[in-house]
């Protein structure tokens, strides 16, 4: 699946974790050039949705449509190449330093200009002469800093932020709502799992709503079925 997609759709998404139902039945849309939040308690099936959608966790049932493409059929590194995650674990090898990390991403991603690239991200996300140091020194902030530079490095066609804002300083959250807006604006799909209703209110054009590895407000045929 080479071609850019222009939405993400799940249809009766179920995920079975032995005796743990995580999802039962979920349907969703994810459009481009909007910020989708998804939110509810501990448990309710959020970071399955989100790790599902980055091709991470296969369903035991249902859809997943890229563009209207099932991944079933159209899966595998090219559209892995498409996706950015960040997930709960960083995914930055912790014997690198942080540029390191992210020079060896854009080498993996084939990065036209990889220099200039590493330059930009370390700007933007102001990692600066830490960023030298070998990540397994890193805070908790400056490892989230890192690791969402990497998930955006390929300006992916679909970005997963799962709790995004953890860790992170107020100038950090600003900075983290800054790039969002960039990727939204390049008409980049997003979804987004945040527990900070504030960073909700300002990041998000839709919210989907789980309980219980429901959706329980948001889905799209939420009104028909009142
Ligand atoms: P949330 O992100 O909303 O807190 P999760 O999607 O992480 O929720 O988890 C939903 C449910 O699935 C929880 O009961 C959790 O314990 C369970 N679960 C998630 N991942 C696994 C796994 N790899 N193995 C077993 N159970 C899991
Ligand atoms: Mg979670």
Redesign the pocket.
Known sequence: MGEPFDRVEVKGLVKV??A?R?LVGVDARFPAGEVTVIE??????????LNVLGQLVRPTRGQVLYGGLDAKAHGGVALRAQIGILAHAAMVYPDLSGRENLSLYAQLYRAPRPAALLEELCDRFEIGRWGERPARTYSRGQLQRVALARALLHAPRLLLLDEPSTGLDVRSVDRLIEAVEQERARGAIIAL?THDPGLAAQIAQRTIR?AR?RVVEGEPDAEARA
């Open positions: 974790y032995g743990t995580a509810g308690h501990n448990g309710s099936g959020k970071s399955t949705l799992i789980l590895g």
